[in-house]
């Protein structure tokens, strides 16, 4: 073995760490809203408006969840 693998790794900054992981949620929710666009206004061909009703919502927890 030889003494360079022995060295100890160098950690990242722990504001670097959660920059990232804050980054990764932001892009997330991101993706997540501009998928329910698309999905609602595009494919479903409804008012955009209607995204952010209480009601619409109340509406897909019933379809999914129906017995």
Known sequence: MSEEDNQPVAKRPAWIVILRVV???LVLVVALAAGTVVGYVVFGKQDASDIWSW?????????????
Do not use: I, K, M, R
């Not at 009601?55 to 017995?67: E, G, I, K, N, P």
């Open 55 to 67: 009601s619409t919502w109340q509406h897909v927890f019933d379809l999914v969840f129906a017995s």
């Open 23 to 25: 980054l990764v949620l």
